[in-house]
């Protein structure tokens, strides 16, 4: 890993970092922050459509939080970057910065965007070998409470807390979704329900833990795209515990997203410290 | 003022607006916090070179401490844009994003960069008409440390707090200084010492509230182009009441801005509130 920039933050240091990737064959990038003292675990933040590795380190304010409870994260980038792939850069919701956290099928894109081996296998590693943290809790908006909520319930040994803020929650039901388990799994539906937080739970997928998700009611995707309340309805079915906050007024944007980081590092204190 | 976007923060809303200026005699824009609740005053924020109205307020991470001091913040554009007055495109620290915090005399210039008036005349005004608060705080960042230090100083009565983060305090004695005040105020030193800190100082300006500055150590403008100490002994030598902290191994970025946000939001609810 070649560190590329780090600042002080908050008696900690937030630094930026590339590394070759096994899995994407790409260069990949990220973002940390590590508190000052003792780390008593990592959380693996994972971003929205458009993003990358910058939006949550920049704007989430997470660093404060972050330091008050002794927990660093890791921000990964949301897809392989310097590629050429067909269809890859013409739209915002699928290829370049919309990798969606699945190990892709189709041809072409099955070589690169394996961004679900990249987390749970060549990440979770290096943050073992450079930072010697293995506790983890795993995160994300949107696309990327998607992803942690699909891998948090298809790895619950890997992750010992999951939360996320409007996730999309049942991706094979809405438009985001549809085009990209249909750009990079094909037309199996049967694949696609193994990265539908909402299936999974219904095909016996669980974890130990108490899941949190925020979602803002005045969301502009809220009621097309993210549908909270499916996953409500699923794990409540099968009973899995969870606890899902509508945040009265609050929209998609890291505006929201920095009103309630603090309550989300603190339920992944609560859980890998326990 | 126009409303562009709101958005719900921490209870309270953040929100983005523009308004024909008469100082300017162009469009200017500026973004706004508003805690839920009662109102104690209102801090004006001034931003640094190359900033607009967007990254203080996306970046610093205020909102949480100003919620909880129940204060609300402005932070206007670095000056005037859409124009193309001679060089004003051509460097970063002067014209566009580098206003400086006063009225230019030079030709062209004078008729549009008037970022002090603009603060202190009309902004001043709009915060009064638009959101009922007269109690005011300045403080900023860089060549926005300078402005609130500067305009805190020659305005003692308009604004009952001033702190900076990273102020560049002595502007005559420094490159950017020089280069801003040549091109905006010409060659007359004498005109150069009513828009520097230090010399305000000397000149017998007072301001009845102590300073807080914050400068971090690792910053790579610090010796070339902040000279803090230069304050901390003009402060020393007239009796202002002063507080410079040396913050260890921090730089000039917005991770550094948002680890003593905190502390600033503090230091301006105590005097705002006594």
Known sequence: MQKLKSHKTFGGRTEFWSHPSRETKTTMKLS???PEGPVHGCLIWLSGLTCTEENFITKAGAQRSLAEHGLMVVAP???????NL?????SYDFGSGAGFYLDARTPGYDQHYRMESYIVRELVALIHEQFKISRLGILGHSMGGHGALTLGLRYPALFASISALSPIVNPSAVPWGIKAFQGYLGEDRELWREHDSCELLKRGHRHAAPILIHQGTQDEFFETQLLTRNFEEAARAVDQNHKVVYAEGYDHSYYFISSFIGEHVR???EQLRS
Chains 1, 2 share one sequence.
């Open 86 to 90: 067909p269809g890859e850069h013409d």
């Open 267 to 269: 339920h992944h204190a």
């Open 32 to 34: 940390s922050f590590i």
């Open 77 to 83: 980038d949301t897809s392989p970057r310097g590629l």
